[in-house]
């Protein structure tokens, strides 16, 4: 049997898509998952951003959780639909 064929089973009852969604994002990533720039990215972490990113600095280096990302999205998909219920 193949090596590359085995896919070593987690001990600790995670499953390998859980183990990715831990995995943190670099900014090239998290502006790939969000579909938008890299600057775009750079202006939503600064301090005072009206609508910041959640973001984790990590010395110089700014890493992204991919399910609070998946969380701000939810949120801005909610405060959009509320707008538009109130019209």
């Not at 750079?42 to 910041?52: A, L, P, W």
Request: proline letters at 3%; glycine letters at 4%.
């Amino acid at each position: 049997m193949a090596m590359d064929s085995i896919t070593p089973t987690p001990t600790d009852g995670s499953s390998a898509e859980n183990r990715m969604d831990d995995a943190l994002l670099t900014v090239q990533d998290a502006a790939r998952f969000l579909n938008v720039t890299v600057s775009w990215i750079y202006e939503h972490v600064r301090d005072g951003s009206e609508d910041r990113l959640p973001v984790v600095k990590l010395g110089k280096y700014l890493r992204f959780d991919q399910r609070d990302l998946r969380d701000y999205i939810d949120a801005k998909r909610d405060a959009s639909r509320m707008r538009r219920r109130k019209r």
